[in-house]
T-cell receptor, first 114, second 111 residues
Framework: DQQVKQNSPSLSVQEGRISILNCDYT??????FLWYKKYPAEGPTFLISISSIKDKNEDGRFTVFLNKSAKHLSLHIVPSQPGDSAVYFC?????????????FGKGTLLTVNP | NAGVTQTPKFQVLKTGQSMTLQCAQD?????MSWYRQDPGMGLRLIHY???????DQGEVPNGYNVSRSTTEDFPLRLLSAAPSQTSVYFCVSGGGGNTIYFGEGSWLTVV
């Protein structure tokens, strides 16, 4: 039973355009959501997060939107740059569990073409 | 990845051999865990610990043992390696904030 779903294994966009990565979840107990970015042969690094009490969080070129009723969140990257090419993981935290015990999606490979 | 150190980076094992993946963090974090990453499967939690002396199972604990004798260290033991344990392993620590920090990964091949 996959509780965090990233249904697009890959996404390709042109440099300068918007990248939109999507994530759906099924567990109503999730109260905090994070996006991680992973380059090949490296560990994932934290990118941006959002609490369930908010519907938007912005950090520079990165914005995360949360739609609780639809159990859906998305990561927007504007403008996209070639250095953004990486695998992006969506992760969620259960409010009833440890603060740091995260459930991850399978990841979306973003390719930004020059 | 600063602050979370994993060793070894690469390892080849024969089926049935045992080994330990080492993980150390210098951030005084209470939480540590191990994930494995497999193609098409994302990151799956193996074991986690919320403090020294406390460990618990994650999503895919079978075939792995852990212990947490100190805050800094959280080794992952494979008692009898199987080809299904060929994977990339990430050690994680968390504390003092709302996110977790990954090590650089350990690539394990079981032949």
């Amino acid at each position: 039973d996959q509780q965090v779903k990233q249904n697009s294994p890959s996404l390709s966009v042109q440099e300068g355009r918007i990248s939109i990565l999507n994530c759906d979840y099924t567990n109503s107990m999730f109260d905090y959501f994070l996006w991680y970015k992973k380059y090949p042969a490296e560990g994932p690094t934290f990118l941006i997060s959002i609490s369930s009490i908010k519907d938007k969080n912005e950090d520079g070129r990165f914005t995360v939107f949360l739609n609780k009723s639809a159990k859906h969140l998305s990561l927007h990257i504007v403008p996209s740059q070639p250095g953004d090419s990486a695998v992006y993981f969506c992760a969620a935290r259960d409010s009833g569990g440890s603060n740091y015990k995260l459930t991850f999606g399978k990841g979306t490979l973003l390719t930004v073409n020059p | 990845n600063a602050g979370v150190t994993q060793t070894p980076k690469f390892q080849v094992l024969k089926t049935g051999q045992s080994m330990t993946l080492q993980c150390a963090q210098d951030m005084n974090h209470e939480y540590m865990s191990w994930y494995r990453q497999d193609p098409g499967m994302g990151l799956r939690l193996i074991h986690y610990s919320v403090g020294a002396g406390i460990t618990d199972q994650g999503e895919v604990p079978n075939g792995y043992n852990v212990s947490r004798s100190t805050t800094e260290d959280f080794p992952l033991r494979l008692l009898s390696a199987a080809p299904s344990q060929t994977s990339v392993y990430f050690c994680v620590s968390g504390g003092g904030g709302n996110t977790i920090y990954f090590g650089e990964g350990s690539w394990l091949t079981v032949v």
